[in-house]
């Protein structure tokens, strides 16, 4: 692997986002992350290139080509999934390489969240408010996150004795909304919605409050994500909130440590908590 010298790659941390420019230019998330990064990365002479990729084929195909020309002198992977690729093409390639998330190899440079504990938090939060049957709007199932967060919610439900329903969605506010009226349709809905992000969150209440469902008193909603959109909702959202920035703050020098020290494994994201707003109550 290369290491050292900022002249290889230019100074330049690659970061692929895969699923097109909507998704990019509506999260929040990621430009707060990249913020976080770049806080630590151009002190040392160091920024992020940011390639936005319509699919997996197009986001191998970016790495293939950054190795050959020595575009980057590392890599940021993020949304890791089940099962994998991007690591160990990239190690191939010689890229050096800090994951955002839980990979089974250790020897891996990363930065983890414990998603699986938030959402068991976020559901301790639910059930304290007296709701029993709660619906969850999750991201692709095949993301390690989802994956983790939905253990987490399972294993916190049977401990609990309450009723949780998985409807899987894609992250569109367009998913989202559909999602949550399925949740609702049914004879014994759900008294709580957590959504796996702000947008399909922020887009679903905007949904409900139009159809005239009452929210929080008809329906709570909580996002997992938490971002100006959860402040800026009517009524604003309750939230599962990370300081998006360190995280990128965390990973900048995630990527230092192993470009100038060699340093690798794991290490801690920021905490996860719940911040209470408008959009959660107790059950009527």
């Known amino acids: 692997m290369r290491r050292g010298s900022a002249a290889v790659g230019g100074g330049l941390v690659g970061l692929v986002l895969t699923g097109g420019a909507p998704r990019v230019g509506v999260e929040p998330f ?13 002190p040392e002479g160091r920024s992020v290139l940011l390639l936005v990729a319509a699919d997996d084929d197009a986001e191998a195909s ?4 950054w190795a050959r020309e020595g575009t980057v002198e590392a890599v940021v992977v993020v949304d890791l999934t089940l099962g994998d690729a991007r690591p160990a093409q990239l190690q191939r ?9 839980h990979h089974p190899d ?5 930065v983890v969240t414990d998603d699986a504990g938030a959402v068991r938090t976020a559901l301790r939060f639910l059930a304290s408010l007296g709701h029993r049957v709660v619906g969850r709007i999750s991201g692709p199932a095949d993301l390690v996150h989802t994956s983790e967060r939905t253990a987490g919610m399972l294993e916190e439900a049977r401990a609990a004795g309450l009723d949780v329903r998985l409807v899987e969605a894609d992250y569109t506010a367009a998913r989202g909304t559909a999602a949550a009226r399925e949740l609702l349709a049914v004879p014994d809905p759900p008294t709580a919605l957590v959504f796996d992000n702000d947008v399909m969150a922020t ?3 905007e949904d409900l409050v139009r159809r005239g469902v009452d929210v929080p008193g008809r329906v709570s909603v ?3 994500d938490d971002s100006a959109l959860c402040e800026l909702a009517v009524p604003a959202l309750s939230a599962l909130s990370i300081d998006v920035h360190e995280h990128g703050v965390r990973l900048g020098n995630a990527v230092l440590d192993l470009l100038l020290h ?6 801690p994201g920021p905490p996860i908590r719940v911040v209470e707003r408008a ?3 107790p059950v009527r």
């Open 203 to 205: 887009a679903a209440v």
């Open 106 to 110: 250790p020897a891996f440079s990363s």
């Open 222 to 224: 909580l996002a997992c």
């Open 279 to 281: 959009s959660t109550a």
């Open 93 to 101: 390639l010689g890229l050096p390489t800090v994951l955002a998330g």
């Open 30 to 42: 990621f430009m707060e992350l990249i913020a976080g990064m770049e806080e630590v990365l151009r």
């Open 262 to 267: 060699g340093r690798t494994g794991p290490r």
């Open 62 to 65: 970016a790495y293939r080509r």
